[in-house]
């Protein structure tokens, strides 16, 4: 199975705006980053997110620019900040059948689930920035040691989206 994995794009701070809803700018760095995947020919199974503000439109603007209806998008309460590694991966388990899942949400939720599936070791440390895409490779997400195929930072998907 291949997890891409993304953090929510900048959003608003708490004191503009309580729910914390996507910037302009985040709007449109993810609109960026849809155009990229698309390019670099990405496809899902399933599009799933926290149901925080920010990520669902940042899971609904890849949706839409990859081709798919937002209503394809899944919003996970495990998803959400503050919840367990342990919660998440349970939550995300019916999914697992598929080959390529797209998950959306918040650090440091996101980077600690990546690190739990890519290590058996230590915990790694994964510069996961708002707007970039981690591509994991798992058997299953039980499974450790999994295989980090690769990480786009938001200037990389910005150059594959001009070409």
Known sequence: MNLYIMQ?????????HAEQPLSPV??????????AMRIMGLWFD????S???????TAR??????GYSTSCVTALPELAPATSIKACLEAMRPFERH???FVCGHLPLLADAASHLLSTGPKL???LENSALLCLSVPN??????????????PQLQMIAAS
């Open 26 to 35: 985040g709007r449109e760095q993810i609109a960026t980053t849809a155009q």
């Open 61 to 66: 603007i890849v949706a839409e620019g990859m």
């Open 141 to 154: 997400l039980s499974a450790r040691g999994g295989a980090l195929r690769w990480l786009l930072q938001p």
């Open 8 to 16: 929510h794009g900048p959003c608003l701070p708490q004191e503009v």
């Open 46 to 49: 399933a599009v799933l997110c």
């Open 51 to 57: 149901p925080r503000a920010a990520a669902m439109q």
């Open 125 to 127: 440390s994964l510069a």
């Open 99 to 101: 080959q390529a899942v």
